[in-house]
């Protein structure tokens, strides 16, 4: 048996398939008849959507087989994607590819296959929509031409699906803005309001200590006012594709330094010890303005979770090709529920040490530009000590 090699671009390959959000999801209508379509028209007893991961090949849809997936270095969908056209092998026996692969010398007891690519829209195969057989077979003409425009049918399908979960989640998004406008935007400008009111009013007659308490409350509650609108501003670009991602080589350390300084006021409101680790100017292929968003919402979201007299820890460092912004924080740590979910959608926000309000559009808003910038935000499942966020980006060709 001779398995298939890693595609050219195995990296963004995957990452495209991941972007389908389709791995381990129910069977769907619409994409099962597909595939009973290709079975039917290809004369074939078994027929599958077929998606290659990075170490298996799992089926969103299945005919004539029962199992949900099989190892990827048996597959013959591994192959498939490897070619522009359908990949035909008319008689697994007189292949030295296949004729001991486990899945010809026992069950399915494959004698024919037959792939076509699952060409993503960015032009990146994802797997293949196969026919297979226990007998040698060969497509004529029609049933190649079929079975290549069923395939970018279910390509169109994912496409579809996929638009579909994303207006979905826009929409549950925009309920929470609402939210946001409606309730937490209103409740620090009402604290601003009454405490500046009550200044105001009697300033002649307050205890300097009663002045500088209230004046922390005034500055804390704006913080937390700025922090929203912020978040809310940011979203809403991004949601109207207003956002232009200019990608070049960038130094990390003085865009921390910059951020570290506007939110010092929020570290020392806190009594926070913040240690801002300069071992190296570290230089990525980044968008300056996204990644400073991104960079004070995970300094936020430290502090907001963080206790009095805790610490917060911002470091780079370069790992072989890897590049990468981490913060350590000693506070109450990220949830389990919400741990798989944090970057990619709005999560339910719990509140902070101080009772510091929140809404659960940072983490995902830091997650979405991370991406924009071809890199990812990650999250150290093994520190215990708090919670370790990474900021990865990619590395500079």
């Known amino acids: 048996m001779i398995s298939a090699g890693l595609h050219p671009k195995e990296t963004q390959r995957i990452d495209e398939l991941l972007r389908y959000e389709v791995l381990d999801t129910e069977d769907e209508k619409a994409l099962d008849e597909l595939t009973q379509l290709a079975s039917a028209i290809c004369g074939t007893s078994i027929s599958l959507i077929s998606l290659v991961d990075k170490d298996r090949q799992w089926f969103k849809s299945r005919v004539g087989l029962d199992a949900p997936e099989t190892p990827r270095e048996i597959a013959f969908c591994s192959h498939a994607i490897l070619q522009d056209q359908i990949f035909e092998i008319p008689d697994t026996l007189e292949d030295k590819r296949f004729i001991d692969n486990p899945l010809v010398t026992g069950a399915p007891d494959i004698r024919f296959y037959a792939g076509a690519p699952l060409v993503s829209t960015n032009g990146l195969p994802i797997g293949t929509l196969c026919v297979i057989d226990t007998a040698p077979k060969k497509l004529d003409e ?45 409740s620090p400008f009402n604290g601003i309001l009454g405490l500046s ?23 804390e509650s704006s ?3 700025y922090q929203l609108l912020d978040e809310i501003l940011q979203w809403s670009r991004n949601q109207l594709g207003a956002l232009h991602v200019e990608l070049k080589a960038t130094a990390l350390n003085p865009l921390i330094t910059e951020t570290l300084d506007l939110m010092k006021e929020s570290f020392i409101l806190k009594k926070l010890t913040i240690k801002h680790e300069k071992s190296e100017d570290t230089v990525a292929m980044a968008d300056v303005n996204l990644t400073k968003t991104i960079i004070r919402n ?30 350590t924080d000693t506070g109450q740590g990220v949830p389990l529920d919400i741990q798989n979910g944090l970057f990619s959608e709005s999560v339910a926000s719990n509140r902070g040490t101080q009772g510091e309000l ?16 071809q890199g990812y935000l990650s999250l150290d499942k093994e520190y215990k000590n708090g919670a370790k966020l990474i900021l990865n980006f990619p590395p500079i060709s």
């Open 142 to 186: 029609k049933q190649q031409l079929a079975l290549n425009t069923l395939a970018k049918q279910v390509v169109s399908q994912l496409e579809l699906r996929l638009r579909n979960r994303q207006l979905l989640r826009m929409q549950k998004d925009q309920e929470k803005i609402f939210a946001v406008m409606s309730h937490d935007l209103r």
């Open 197 to 219: 009111k009550i200044l105001h009013q009697n300033a002649d007659t307050l205890e300097p200590e009663l002045i500088a308490e209230m004046a922390n409350g005034i500055l």
């Open 223 to 225: 913080l937390t006012f």
């Open 298 to 327: 995970l300094l936020a979201n430290a502090i907001k979770y963080t206790p009095e007299q805790g610490t917060i820890h911002i470091k780079t460092q370069t790992i072989e090709d890897k590049i990468q912004l981490i913060i």
């Open 358 to 373: 929140g809404h659960g559009l940072g983490l995902s808003l830091c997650g979405d530009f991370a991406r924009k910038q």
